[in-house]
């Protein structure tokens, strides 16, 4: 961390003159220093009489330093004492801001029963772990900043103190022209005023302001509600999803989709949580086999923000199949072609509207779409499996055997392809020469789609699937 500003230091010649009259002072009043008794720890310095030192932070309008050390057996802890706490200009000029408290652990050597009690009750306040833990904080001992062993020498480390009192004062700053303002303007002035503080120490002694934040921003509008609340909303709405799937389980229909509604006008879900939701809500419209619901319903999943691509394609894929599903075919057909013309790749909907087709016998109409949709997939091996698949089944439909079989020859030959998809070709290969009766060929197929894949896990459950193929068609 690098200076912010020049330290002032004693020339050699004070130096020496401090030196000489704190010897006097010391021998004239008959003070003496004992084996083992700490120096730096006087009246500049740290004080272990912590209430003591409370009341002067107040009476000097100083912030407090209080230091969790383990002084006889932590070695951090001493290489802190010996680099920084005991250099007599670090505690010269760290004390005109802050008021320094000791709060010693010793393992190996006596300490007053009052003292360890008042040292623990400060470890427990700050949640203290490890040693030695330095909790910067203002005279109501509310923190701003937390410190540890740092390398560097007293001066990189004074710096880093003061460095961080910038925070408590910023903070103070911001807090005081929150005063005289409301709405938005507040938000933002309390956000600047903890956002440069560490977030546990935000999370645990600030949770008033996060609270008054969040409040002002309760529509996000400043996206502060979303920094300072978003995990608790998150957990919120995990609850709430949990409550909205066990009651369009256990309520009936119509009540289940009334008690959905009115929750979703209460809280803001993001798309995804939304689209789960309305999944819910969607099954029970068709418990109740109104079209018109499941419709409006599947609109509002298609337009959601958010919602592009093949996601939105298959929720639009999905309307389709209900309403042909419900005797609206020619209503479904002219809903699939207006979103082909509109859609970008319109992959899904091309291998549905295929699919659609071939259910009713237009396999030559099918097979069109189904080359559209291939000539834009090459980069989605997952749809064009399906297409290649519907196609060659299509062309087997039409009596041209050899035709589906290149199909799924060429694909399964395609190593730029995934090769569980190959192997899952030749699977469908297999399929269609066990019903032309070409059963050694067929097993020919399933053994290269077994190699074909690549881990021997993968090779096993392959090996499964082609076991109960064949005990399926018995041979």
């Not at 509310?142 to 740092?150: H, K």
């Not at 798309?271 to 809500?281: G, N, R, V």
Request: proline share 3%; glycine share 6%; with cysteine.
């Amino acid at each position: 961390m690098s200076f912010t500003s020049a330290i002032p230091t004693q020339n050699s010649v004070n130096r020496l003159r401090f030196v000489i009259i704190s010897t006097l002072l010391m021998f004239l009043s008959g003070f003496s220093i004992s084996a083992g008794q700490e120096v730096g720890f006087t009246e500049v310095g740290f004080t272990e009489d912590a209430p003591k030192a409370i009341q002067q932070a107040k009476a000097e309008n100083k912030d407090v330093i209080l230091l969790f050390t383990g002084s006889d057996w932590c070695p951090p802890c001493k290489k802190l004492e010996k680099e920084v706490l005991a250099e007599k200009e670090f505690l010269d000029e760290i004390s005109k801001q802050y008021v320094l408290i000791k709060l010693d652990f010793p393992k190996n050597s006596p300490q007053d029963p009052k003292l360890a009690e008042q040292n623990a009750g400060y470890s427990k306040k700050y949640g203290i772990d490890s040693f030695p833990t330095l909790v910067l904080a203002d005279s109501k001992l509310v923190p701003f900043a937390f410190a540890g062993y740092e390398a560097g020498g007293h001066l990189n480390y004074l710096d880093l103190l003061q460095t961080a009192r910038k925070l408590r004062i910023n903070r103070d700053a911001k807090l005081a022209a929150a005063k005289a303002e409301t709405g938005e303007a507040r938000a933002r002035l309390l956000d600047e005023a903890i956002s440069e503080m560490r977030q546990e120490i935000i999370g645990v002694y600030y949770p008033e302001i996060i609270e008054e934040i969040v409040a002002l921003d309760k529509d996000n509008a400043l996206g502060l509600r979303k920094k300072w609340n978003g995990a608790a909303d998150a957990e919120m709405r995990k609850v709430i999803m949990t409550d909205l799937l066990m009651i369009s389980r256990v309520e009936k229909p119509a009540r289940a989709i009334k008690f959905i509604d009115e929750v979703v006008e209460q809280f803001d879900f993001s798309s995804a949580e939304l689209l789960e939701i309305y999944q819910w809500k969607l099954n029970l419209a068709r418990q109740l086999k109104d079209n018109s619901m499941t419709d409006s319903i599947l609109d509002q999943m298609i337009n959601l923000e958010g919602v592009v691509g093949e996601t939105r394609q298959r929720l639009i894929v999905k309307k389709i199949y209900l309403m042909v599903g419900s005797g609206r075919r020619a209503q479904a057909m002219e809903l699939l072609d207006g979103s082909i013309a509109k859609a970008q790749g319109a992959n899904y909907l091309n291998l549905a509207k295929g699919s659609l087709l071939a259910a009713n016998g237009e396999y030559k109409e099918a097979i069109v779409c189904y080359d559209v949709a291939l000539q834009n997939s090459r980069n989605n091996p997952d749809i064009r499996i399906d297409l290649i698949g519907a196609k060659a089944d299509c062309l087997y439909a039409m009596d041209d055997q050899e035709g589906a079989l290149r199909e799924l020859d060429d694909f399964s030959e395609d190593t730029q392809m995934p090769a569980d998809l190959r192997a899952e070709a030749l699977l469908h290969k297999a399929m269609i020469m066990r019903d032309q009766k070409r059963t050694r060929q067929a097993r020919l197929a399933e053994n290269r789609a077994i190699e074909t894949v690549e881990s021997p896990k993968e090779k096993a459950e392959m090996q499964k699937i082609v076991n109960r193929l064949r005990e399926k068609v018995g041979g």
